[in-house]
């Protein structure tokens, strides 16, 4: 399974913010569409990703308030991207690396979207499922006067 593969169920709704806005503001659009993440987006390149992470760093190290706090000086300038070939297996490892839970798609310099850990998850889920049914399936279609247990 590839990143394209769960770009294709989950949509491609994107969020972004640049580094010159307020941290504050980048919060409060997190919090009214209910999104852990924002892509920082600047001269329309990715330059970063902000999560609720390094939302609640900065706010604790500004004594409980975001101040006059910008994305730039939250937001994470390093973070793990893909692409859309990206194999399923090679993005867990990654996110489990470096305890990331979201990580841009870019493809030829283009931001594609946005896979979460939840989203990884879902798809090994639902893939494990497909794969019970097909066996169960298998079994049940299981021809005349052979035991199934004996199949090993």
Known sequence: MKVSDILRVKGGTLYTITPEDSLADAAALMAERDIGSLVVISYGKVVGMLTFREVILAVVKNGGAFGTTTVYRAMDPGPLTCTMETDMDEVRRMMLERHARYM??????????????????????????????????????????????EAA
Do not use: C
């Not at 594609?112 to 494990?128: C, E, L, P, R």
């Not at 497909?130 to 169960?136: D, P, Q, V, Y």
């Open 104 to 149: 841009p798609v870019i493809d030829n310099r283009m931001l594609m979207g946005v896979i979460s850990f939840y989203d990884v998850a879902k798809a090994v889920v639902d893939s494990q499922n497909f794969e019970n049914k097909m066996l169960k399936a298998y079994i049940r279609d299981w021809p005349e006067g052979k035991d199934p247990s």
